[in-house]
């Protein structure tokens, strides 16, 4: 499907006509919204998944602007509500066999907090949420018979040894950027562990994870301040966005693991100097992420967490 995995290029995308692609997190800007863009520049329907309708409608308008004849769709969902994730899941229905799932909206580097669902809101945006997502839309993947789940995680799971209970409260001081390596890691986990049961199982899904390196988005700034723009906000967006690789470059490594010919399990991330930008290529990541026993343990708790058992 692609050209050499060593030298991928937007070029190397190919026809998605006929295919349904659902992305996560498409804000105007973001990855989501450029990994959105060129699945759709290339036929795919793309299904808009985030929060909020009038965002939804600011992506479409956006993506529209570049690509007239775009097939787009919207679906509601806030994946640090469990409650959210269901409704989305029942209203995904109509949707019809899915193709490629993105798992891409995520949170970074929030102060603490707990969601409706009592639980860390890092861990329940960057992983229950799509662990619980991914496993109501599985009916619709294996529908497709060759679907991909692409799930973004970060350079910044390796600041976590381990991931522990995703429900635990945590006391004392609250080490934000830690927590948030630990979702990023769960991404990894996660990945590795539906990859491995669906192949044992002979279901036609596969896994792959991929991470933008540093690209120039508005999460951290709307981590630490809720919002991109207005005052210090708006400093270091600006700051962030001077010394990172632009978003749509930071897009790339989840296109390419979307659309390339990898094995399940597959990682991919830039080719630059820590990974921190360039084209995208496979890489490796840490030690605890390709730990089976701490991916199984995981697994088993998200399920007990989210209230689902994957088929």
Sequence with gaps: MSAAVDAWTLADIPDQTGR????TGPSVGGLGHHTALELARRGARVVLAGRTPARLDETAAAITAEVPDAALERLVVDLSDLTSVRSAGAAAARLGPIDVLVNNAGVMG??????ADDLDLQLATNHLGPFLLTGLLLPQLVASEAATVVTVSSIFHRMAGA?????????????KWHVYGQSKLANLLFTAELD??????GVPVRALA????????HLAANGQ??????????????????VSQPAAAGAWPSLMAATADLP???????SGP??????????????????RAAAERLWVRSEQIAGIVYP
């Design 264 to 270: 399940g399990s597959s990682y991919v991330g830039p």
């Design 163 to 175: 991931v522990g209970d995703p429900s635990r409260r945590t006391r004392g001081i609250y080490r």
């Design 110 to 115: 929030t102060k603490r907090r707990r969601t």
């Design 274 to 291: 820590g990974e921190f930008g360039g084209t995208p290529r496979v890489t490796t990541g840490s030690r605890a992420s390709r730990d």
């Design 225 to 242: 301040y809720g919002r991109s723009s207005g005052g210090i906000a708006s400093v270091l967006d600006a700051a962030i966005r001077a």
């Design 196 to 201: 491995r049961r669906c192949r044992e199982g």
């Design 210 to 217: 991929a991470h933008p390196g540093f690209a120039g988005t």
């Design 20 to 23: 349904t692609v659902v992305v």
